[in-house]
């Protein structure tokens, strides 16, 4: 992990554990609200990600990025978060942010959960929001009435047991050392997901798409076209539905699910870190 950044943690009204990277020296020109992925955490975006919370806090930007619960260091049985409940820690961690950084512009970033994650806190409210940004989103569209219920009963019953899903670590990046650094990573949760975040996501994503049409906030929306764990399509169609005058959304031939540190890392990072820049 990163040493030689100025970091802090505080804790939200539930308990959840939420990281604060600040610039050492110059004035902060913006605050950058990042939520990360299932199964990692906050502090991996210091060191893997290209190193993403490093350039942002070089460039003047202030981080705060929460981890979920069971994640990283809040608390919970590991990798079982309700996601209807991150959205509202979400929803307080940006008011916290706003509330400590008076006057300075706020940009979202959620990567995969953690952008399913920042849409339904962009949809519940979109107000002091100079700009979303999400890579690989798990935008997931909503299962036919039947599918739901049978999910729900089975939820009820056993919340913490995994959907069965055999792990695709090829699929996150075409990186080899990155791959390398997950199985090392004793901080990585490296099971399937569970009956609750996965009936709790298709919550919120339902919410979103319910609400998407309405979506005027700037947005950036980069997906990777041979990512094996959200659909690029579903991002696709987001981005087509929602009524902002701004919004891009750029897609990664071969691109696999964690773009920051896939082959085209580089072009990945130098965009989102223009994007920033034009809109604060």
């Known amino acids: 992990m990163a040493t030689n950044l100025n970091h802090a943690t505080i804790k939200l009204s539930p308990g959840t554990v939420t990281h604060i990277w600040k610039p050492p020296n110059s004035p902060c020109r913006a605050v950058i609200v990042l939520q990360h992925g299932y199964a990692e955490y906050a502090e991996r975006y210091t060191t893997s ?3 993403i919370i490093v350039h942002l806090v070089e460039a003047g930007y202030i981080v705060y990025a ?4 069971g994640h990283g260091q809040s608390p919970g049985t590991r990798g079982i978060v309700h996601v209807g409940t991150a959205v509202r820690d979400h929803q307080e961690l940006r ?7 008076p006057g300075l512009p706020i940009i979202l970033y959620g990567h995969s959960l953690g952008g399913l994650t920042t849409a339904g806190s962009t949809v519940a409210d979109q107000s002091d929001i100079k700009g979303v940004i999400m890579t690989g989103p798990a935008l997931a569209e909503p299962l036919p ?3 739901r219920r049978l999910l729900g009963l089975a939820t009820a019953l056993m919340p913490k047991v995994s959907i069965p899903k055999k792990a695709d670590v090829e699929g996150l990046t075409r990186d080899q050392r990155e791959i390398e650094k997950y199985w090392e990573d004793p901080l990585f949760h490296k099971e399937p997901i569970s009956l609750l975040l996965g009936a709790t996501a298709l919550d919120v994503a339902q919410t979103v798409w319910a609400g998407f049409e309405a979506w005027k906030v700037p947005t950036l929306l980069l997906h990777g076209d041979a990512d094996t764990y959200c659909d690029w399509k579903a991002s696709k169609k987001f981005m087509e539905g929602i009524t902002s005058t701004d919004k891009t959304f750029g897609i990664y031939e071969e691109g696999r699910h964690e773009l920051l540190h896939d082959l085209e890392g580089d072009a990945v990072l130098q965009r989102m870190m223009d994007w920033i820049a034009s809109h604060i």
Do not use: P, S, T
């Open 145 to 147: 009435l039947g599918g």
């Open 95 to 101: 008011k916290v942010a706003r509330e400590q950084n």
């Open 66 to 69: 929460m981890d979920f619960w």
């Open 49 to 51: 990600h290209h190193n």
